[in-house]
Structure formats: C-alpha cells, structure tokens
C-alpha cells in the first residue's frame, strides 16, 4: 500500500531522518521547511497524508492544520502532527485544529507506520466517496446542500468493564452524547448489531474478554462496519503492541490511560465529525444511484436498470431452469388524456395506475416505467399460463374503475394493451424476451386494445378479449 507523504519541519536532520524511513517503506515523500510552503504544496501535490511538526517559527503546525482542515478541498487529509510537546492541552488544542492523530519526537518507527497504514486506508475510502459524490454532481443527482456536522446528541457505546473507569468516561462525554455502557463482547456486539451507535469506545483491558477480538467482530459486521472505534490501551509494552495490531485492525484512533477528559472528548468529536461526513457522502452516493435507476415521477425503476436486472434473472433462471414471463404494458390512448386534461392530469393518471400495478404483483415481481405510457413487469419463477393470469387481473383492475384527478374533480375512464412473454431457456437472451413482448403488445393494441396477448411459440394468441 503506497502513498504520497508530505513532511513538513523547519529541522533538516528531523526531515531527512523521516524522509529517509519512509522512503525506504517505499512512500513516495515530499518535504517542506515551513508552513507556508506546506500549504502551497498540499494545494498543488494533494498529498496522502501530512506528517507536521507543531514548532515552526512564522506559521506553527496548529495554524496550518487548522488551514488544511479549512478547506473543502483538503479537509479529508489526514494530518498527524509530529511534536516534542506531552502536554495534553497541546494535544487536546491539536485535536481542536483537525490533527488526526499525534507522534511524539523521537517517532517510534512500529507507531509511524501503523498509524500511516492506518490513514492510508482511511484515505483511499474517502477519496473512492468523494470521486462518486463528483460523478453524481456532474449528473446534477447529489444532494448540494450545505453540509451540517452537528453531532450533539450523537450515540456513542462505551465497552468497559471496570466501574470506575466506565463513570469517568460517561461523565466526559454524557453532556453532550447520548452515552451507553456495555460490560461484555456480547453485550457490545448486541449493541452494535441495533444500528443505533455513531461510536465505540473499546478498552483493551477487559477483565472478561479479548477488546482486540471485539474490535475485529465489530469491524467484520456489516451493522458496526462503518461506525468508528476508539481504543483505551494502557502505558505497557504489551499493550502498546496490540495498539498496534488494533489499527491494522481497522481501529480508528485511541487513548492511552490515564485517561483526559478533555482529550477524550476532543477525539470523540473528530470521529464522530468524521463518520457525520463519511455518512453524507454515502448517502449522497445511494441517493444518487436511486436517482439514477428510477423514474422520478412513478419511482418505479427505468429502462437501464430493468435491462440490468432482467439479464441477471434469466442467467439465474438458466442455470435453475425456471421460467421468468414479462409482461409488456401500454395504457391506451393515453396521448388523448394528456391532450384534453392537461399534463399534470396525464401524470395523475400515470401515479394511479402504477398503484394498481403494485396491487396485482407480487413483492418479487419487478415493474419499470420504459416510455411515457410504456411499463414492463418481470415475473421470476413464473410459467406463461401464471403470467397470462396475473396480466388479465391487472387488465381488469385497470379498465373496472375510473382513474380520479382530483385536481380537476374528474373521474376518466382508463384501459391498457398487454403482451406476454417467456424466457425460452439458456439460448434465449433479455432483447428477445423483451421484443416479444412488444410483438405481442403490438398484436393486442391493432387487435382493438384493452387485452391481453401472449406470444405463443407458433405466434401471438389473444387469449383474453375485450371487456
């Protein structure tokens, strides 16, 4: 896993010392001696990560981070600042800055690069959401509304089972966070597996369990996936190893014991800020996709995505040979309603006859708007004769009540042609079975409209008549 790093150090010797290390881990290492130059390199390299040291004379570390975390378009750059300082108000005010994490002078080489590995693929996962929230902007399909990282009230779960240590974490953190304790691996994974949590906060020494084993279930649940850990480890060799081995994990940050409460709090709000925006872009992503397959007016799916699916289908249904029917759907006349009632009345009309279509199928039955008044249904697992059943009940629901347009206070009368069709096998491909549908539905609209036929091997077969 490479990555392009930024060291920024007003100390040559601290520079080539870094420089030299993680070249040799094969990183591709860029440097700066002040922070003015730092910044103007971050604008024009956009690095992996930035390794920064926090005194510099003219623009200390605090004041650039505080710069990269500023910007929109650096702001998911993971920043570790490189200090000399152990005063926890120095960490604590470096936190408040945007710092991801800190590394103290001289840097111990096992923590420098886990914690790089660590950001790395923090990183990569951050620039996979942004490249897709860019796409689906340049689509005119993301949410463009400003982002609000309010996370008061947030949820954070507390795994600790030592009494003393659990209260003085619930009394840092219950003011502004809906805080809740957990004293067993079964309890948390329960917790997680709610859906209801935006943080966890592990303690490595539980007494009744592995904390690094719970940090790998809660990293292999699809539920806690996401949700970022936060590790208390205390000041020992073995445990500063399973730090260690916690982020490679995939844990997010962590606190060395004794514990702040203004540090805990000060990571607790850079994860939760953090997850607050990693969610945005998610959502922003699955609306888009949303947005993407679906017809706006219906939400029933669109041709680009009933095409996907109906391949997918018939290669399942091949292999378990087990037929799919597909009926294809066109609502009669449908030009004259639009022509005399307006279009807001024709939309109308469209809305309430997808309702009934959703009334006549079943739940695994898939719908999709193709054309204006043109509608496909896919049947998996359904022979013909099924098919040619459901399409007549459909056929009937439709032209057995008056459509409403109640802006109009009007009742129309509304009836729809439709073609059946069934997938013949391996051989056959999603273009044929959907071209004989359409051969079928253009049968029933020449043969008077308002029924229903199939396509039958030996040609089209009306099989139910006019109502």
Request: hydrophobic content about 45%; proline content about 4%; aromatic content about 4%.
């Amino acid at each position: 896993m490479t990555a392009r790093i930024l060291v920024v150090d007003d100390v040559l010797p601290n520079v080539k010392l870094l420089e030299a290390k993680l070249s040799r881990e094969y990183y591709d290492v860029l440097t700066a001696m002040n922070g003015p130059d730092a910044l103007e390199i971050i604008e024009r390299e956009v690095p992996d990560i930035v390794l920064l040291d926090v005194m510099m004379p003219g623009m200390d570390g605090f004041e650039v981070c505080a710069k990269i975390k500023a910007n929109p378009n650096l702001m998911h750059i993971p920043v570790v600042m490189v200090t000399a300082l152990s005063d926890t108000s120095d960490r604590v005010r470096g936190l408040e800055a945007g710092a991801d994490d800190f590394l103290t002078k001289p840097v111990n080489d096992i923590a420098l690069f886990a914690r790089v590995r660590s950001l790395i693929r923090l990183k990569i996962m951050m620039d996979e959401l942004r490249l897709r929230e860019a796409t689906s902007n340049n689509f005119g399909v993301a949410n463009t509304e400003p982002l609000e990282l309010d996370i008061s009230g947030s949820r954070v779960l507390v795994v600790e089972d030592r009494e003393i240590y659990a209260r003085n974490i619930n009394q840092a953190l219950a003011s502004q966070y809906v805080v809740s304790m957990a004293g067993t691996a079964d309890a948390a994974m329960a917790a997680a597996q709610a859906g209801n949590v935006d943080l966890i906060i592990v303690s490595l020494s539980l007494q009744g369990t592995d904390g690094l084993r719970l940090c790998s279930h809660l990293r292999s649940m699809e539920e806690s996936r996401q949700i970022p850990i936060l590790i208390l480890v205390d000041d020992t060799p073995d445990q500063m190893e399973r730090l260690v081995r916690g982020l490679d994990l995939g844990v997010n940050d962590y606190l060395i014991r004794p514990v702040d409460q203004n540090e805990l709090m000060a990571r607790s709000q850079t994860q939760l800020r953090r997850k607050k925006y990693e969610d945005h872009l998610r959502d922003n992503y699955h609306m888009s996709m949303t947005l993407a397959v679906t017809d706006p007016l219906t939400g029933l799916y669109n041709r680009r995505y009933l095409e996907s699916h109906l391949e997918n289908l018939m290669l399942r249904a091949a292999q378990d040979n087990k037929p799919i029917s597909l009926l294809a759907l066109d609502i009669d006349h449908f030009k004259l309603v639009n022509d005399t009632h307006g279009h807001a009345a024709g939309d109308e009309v469209l809305k309430e006859f997808v309702a009934r279509i959703k009334r006549c199928v079943r739940a695994i039955d898939l719908a999709a708007r193709i054309g204006g008044e043109e509608f496909v249904v896919i049947m998996p697992d359904t022979p013909r004769e099924t098919g040619m059943t459901v399409a007549e009940r459909l056929r009937h629901s439709v032209a057995e009540a008056l459509f409403a347009i109640p802006s109009l206070d009007l009742e129309i009368p509304i009836t729809v042609s439709i073609g059946v069709s069934m997938s013949q096998g391996a051989s056959d491909s999603p273009a044929a079975v959907l071209q004989r549908g359409d051969e079928a539905l253009y049968v029933a609209k020449n043969a008077g409209r308002n029924m229903v036929v199939s396509d039958e091997q030996d040609g089209p077969k009306a099989t139910a008549q006019v109502s």
